[in-house]
């Protein structure tokens, strides 16, 4: 029965930046990573801008798997999904037949998060596209070969990022959201409305405060297209459909094994699950009741993890993380607040740009919003300010 020290399962930013961590630390620990994909490492925040670097599905690839297993002297089992953890047993099941138990010493779970999916009705419901996975940025573009206008669901982070992205390679772009802006968990109103415009004035149509209740397969032109219906009523036809409405944790696999789940796989500052000698670290963990779906969460993580994983336990502390927006027609980097916390924003506006700050009951600053090329220069600054 193949046995690794440590056993991580999942092959992305998370787990391949802990493994580079583990090596600073640990040249001699056997590792093995079991991944559903083809165990190449790519650039995943480059998904939502691909277009405008000319980016297909294969050049998005920064190191193939074969590299990486080399270099970092660990194996890399692609193509591989676990089935079923035994946290008791230190065992994971895999769909591989006779040879389907892997044993470990530890574990850790760096398994993302996956689309959500609306609840839309139609015959072209199942042919909305969500990109969050290099295969599905592969379709994504096969999808968009001779395309001349996209229908995206969300204008959140993603949404914006690939809004931006369709309307620089020259596509029709309409956004939709029930939201009364552009992101709207993080810019205060006057930020959000300043973005709006600059989205705007690059051509992106949004329409607010509405969501898609049906999408139907039409005929345009001779080719498939699809007719959304939104909640107000208004028809319209675009030849695609892309969600962007956001992530959640996975925590299936997880939750079987009856490890503690909430929003994300629970664990506290170490990392550590409710199993013992298993972990969590990405989008796909819940930390003292935290998720942080974002590149600079996981590169902490992954840090501290490393340290706990080879005899140093290490509770993950995170600096300020500004979040830069990848949206050139309208460039913008927050750093909101934490949920619930009390205090107020206070915003300075000239010309095309907002400073927007976040001020908790004692005074202190405690998040920020900027918008325009010149206002986000302040990035720096504030976020060496931040309490």
């Not at 206008?149 to 982070?157: E, P, T």
């Not at 005929?219 to 699809?226: D, K, L, Q, R, T």
């Not at 590149?295 to 830069?324: C, E, N, R």
């Amino acid at each position: 029965m193949e046995r690794s020290d440590i056993l991580i399962v999942g092959a992305g930013l998370a787990a391949i930046t802990l493994v580079r961590e583990l090596r600073k630390r640990d040249s001699a620990s056997t590792v093995t990573v079991v991944t559903a994909d083809d165990g190449h490492f790519y650039s995943k925040p480059m998904l939502s801008n691909g277009l405008a670097a000319g980016k297909t599905a294969a050049t998005l690839v920064m190191t193939p798997r074969e590299t990486l297993e080399s270099q970092l002297k660990i194996v890399i089992r692609a193509r591989t999904r676990v089935v079923a953890i035994k946290p008791e047993a230190h065992k994971v099941l895999i769909d591989q037949g006779d040879q389907g138990e892997l044993t470990y010493g530890k574990l850790v779970l760096a398994l993302g998060a996956q689309p959500i999916r609306l609840p839309i009705e139609g015959d072209g419901a199942a042919d909305v596209l969500s990109v969050n996975h290099i295969d599905d940025y592969a379709r994504y573009r096969e999808k968009l070969e001779g395309k001349r206008s996209v229908a995206l669901l969300g204008a959140g982070l993603i949404g914006c990022e690939f809004a931006n992205d369709l309307r620089s390679a020259g596509l029709a772009v309409e956004v939709y959201d029930i939201a009364p802006q552009p992101l709207g968990r993080l810019l205060p109103t006057e930020a959000g409305s300043l973005y709006r415009q600059g989205l705007e004035a690059a051509g992106v149509h949004f329409h607010f405060g509405v969501g898609i209740k049906t999408v139907e397969r039409t005929m345009m032109e001779g080719s498939v297209a699809y007719r959304l219906t939104d909640s107000s009523g208004a028809v319209s036809e675009v030849d695609l459909v892309v969600s962007a409405v956001g992530l959640k944790p996975e925590t299936a696999l997880a939750a079987t094994a009856g490890l503690a789940v909430n929003r994300g796989i629970v664990t506290g500052a170490e990392l550590q699950t409710s199993a013992a000698d298993v972990y969590a670290l990405g989008d796909c963990v819940e930390v003292d009741g935290s998720v942080l779906p974002f590149v600079m969460p996981i590169m902490h993580q992954a840090k501290a993890l490393a340290a706990t994983l080879t005899g140093t336990p290490t509770a993950v502390a995170y600096p300020a993380m500004p979040v830069v927006v990848k949206t050139p027609a309208c460039p913008a980097v927050v750093c909101p607040p934490a949920p619930g916390l009390a205090g107020e924003w206070k915003t300075v506006a000239s010309d095309d740009n907002i400073e927007a700050v976040f001020r908790d009951g004692e005074g202190r600053l405690a998040g920020f919003a900027l918008v325009g090329s010149e206002a986000v220069k302040a990035k720096q600054s504030l976020a060496a300010q931040l309490a």
